[in-house]
């Protein structure tokens, strides 16, 4: 009965369901078919910055346990590993999964073929340290209930409910008082289409409230408007593409129910936007530069000495923005958010600022982890055009930064014109709160920020979270040619060499074998394949094949296949493998369905080279 719903017809469902079975059996098919034919898969490992190695292996084998140990109740495809199982997800079978993969990149900026494919929930690798508590919270505990407040502007639609619904499975009920979606007036049709039925009929949750600004307003408004309805002791911001894992809530009630003018902030893990591969992140912490823009960085020397150090929590100069939990009428105090702030940015740093200048502080939480979709650019812009970072940079620094402002000016170039808006407001709120000054601010919570013109100090390195591997030696596991099946014709870059370097961006033809170095190509731990230990191959565009930089991202630059003969090249963002056009010198390689016929273009021969 609850399958029947109002406006759509009965044959979309019928069709929907069709496509799910049919889904499934096939799942089912490729996936005993890349056992027959023994796909290697390696497992994904995580991210490492060089002080974190140790904590990371331990972190890394928990997790594989707990994902075994759940996988029959959680799993998505019946597989146990999680490489494999995304790589089942993203599989690109036909023009519609083509359709919902370039529209979904076009319109969000990740995968949402994949995110289609893993459906409402999954399981995730418990990614908390072991020294966390993993005992269940009581009742008697009395930790204050959590309001959340989700804003979204044109989010995916399952990835969307997939964020509400990790939150209702891993928050106890009794911790939480209500979820508020604050719908920032998205335009996209698939938004549109029944979502206030979708979300009751899918989630089934009754304290479910949902918002719809009459015009666009941005996150910064939209989450000031959401936060106004809640009812809640403590209010939870989370962004619209996440998903929150065990255990996430009751670390950050805690916290806030001992330091009630402490904002909380869980760790972010990191969710791969081709992928959605979920991996944990390193304990860094929020710093800025003087154009204002927010960086992670490694915490100070010596934080992490014994295991019950990585149970924080520790004390944050700036916060990422995103995800993080205040007690309601604190967060009231010391005045909300600026609303004169549009659209996108800045907001981050001037809740920090203004926290610790009026006397609170920011603390991150490593036992609370929730992981986030980082893209690789943002899907949309304001209604006019307008650069709001800029423009909402220059109210903070205006309002918090005293003569430090200038710094930031002459940093972004600012010109001296630009109409940042009234600030009286929040100066008058300043004074209100009786904030320290700026320079407090540096000396007390941030020493480490280098101020122009100064001595040098000894600055806590930034820490590379979007290259979880950028610090390791790459290991290469082997080497080998890429020979189209049935011929004696190899993948191949015919390009000019710039500075020893091949052109990048050149792309792939077939060229008779002949081991020369444009044919030989490294397979990595990571599944990268590198020309001649120098550029990766990468899936770039609608279905091209080039050699580009490596950037350890995994994604585009992701790659697996079997051993020995007739194996497809399957690349994980795209879910489309390597294909030649003919079966004759010169043929260009792109990308293409991955099909087990021989003929057709897909089936490689991987010779290994001694
Ligand atoms: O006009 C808008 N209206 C909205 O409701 C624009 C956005 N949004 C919603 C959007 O759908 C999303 O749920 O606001 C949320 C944040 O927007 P994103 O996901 O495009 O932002 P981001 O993740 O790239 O940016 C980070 O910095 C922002 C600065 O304004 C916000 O503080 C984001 O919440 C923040 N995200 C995180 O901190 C997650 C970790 C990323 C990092 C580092
Ligand atoms: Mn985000």
Known sequence: KRLVCKSCTA??????????????????????????????????????????????????????????????????????NPVEQLQLLGVVRNKQDKYIRDIGYKHHAFNALVSNNIGLYRDIPDTRHKVCNRSETLESEQLPQASIVMCFYNEHKMTLMRSIKTVLERTPQYLLKEIILVDDNSDLPELEFHLLADLHNRLKYDNLRYIRNEKREGLIRS??????????????????????????????????????????????????????????????????????????????????????????????????????????????????????????????????????????????????????IFRKRRPYTSPDGANTMLKNSLRLA????????????????????????????????????????????????YPELPIPGEEPKKTAAAAPIYQPWHSRKRNYIDSYQLRLSGTELCASVVAPKVKGFWKKGSGLQLQPCHNSPNQIWYETEKSEIILDKLLCLEASGDAQVVINKCHEMLGDQQWRHTRNSNSPVYNMAKGTCLRAAAPATGALLSLDLCTKATDSGTAWDIVQLK
């Not at 469902?13 to 996936?31: E, Q, S």
């Not at 898969?41 to 075994?68: F, H, M, W």
């Open 11 to 80: 044959s979309s469902f019928l069709i929907a369901a069709v496509w799910t079975l049919a889904l499934l059996v096939y799942m089912n098919m490729l996936r005993s078919s890349i056992y027959q034919a023994g796909w290697r898969i390696s497992s994904d490992a995580n991210a490492t910055p060089k002080a974190e190695l140790s904590y990371q292996a331990r972190v890394t084998s928990g997790c594989t346990n707990t994902a075994a140990a759940n996988a029959s109740k959680e799993s998505v495809s019946g597989s146990t």
């Open 223 to 372: 989450r000031v408007i959401g936060a106004r309805e809640a009812l809640g002791d403590v209010l939870v911001f989370l962004d619209s593409h996440i998903e929150v894992n065990r255990q996430w809530v009751e670390p950050l009630l805690r916290l806030i129910k001992a330091e009630n003018s402490t904002l909380a902030v869980p760790v972010i893990d990191l969710i791969n936007a081709d992928t959605f591969g979920y991996t944990p992140s390193p304990l860094v912490r929020g710093g800025f530069n003087w154009g204002l823009h927010f960086r992670w960085e490694n915490l100070p020397e010596g934080t992490l000495k014994q295991p019950e150090d990585f149970r924080g929590p520790f004390r944050s100069p700036t916060m990422a923005g995103g995800l993080f939990a205040v007690n309601r009428l604190y967060f009231q105090h010391i005045g909300e958010y600026d609303m004169a702030m549009d659209i996108w940015g800045g907001e981050n740093i001037e809740i920090s600022f203004r926290a610790w200048q009026c006397g609170g502080s920011i603390k991150i939480v490593p036992c609370s982890r929730v992981g986030h």
């Open 398 to 445: 205006y309002v918090w930064m005293d003569r430090f402002k200038d710094y930031y000016i002459k940093h972004e170039k600012v010109s001296k014109d630009f109409d940042y808006g009234d600030i009286s407001e929040r100066v008058k709120l300043r004074e209100k709160l009786q904030c320290h000054d700026f320079d407090w601010y540096l000396k007390n919570i």
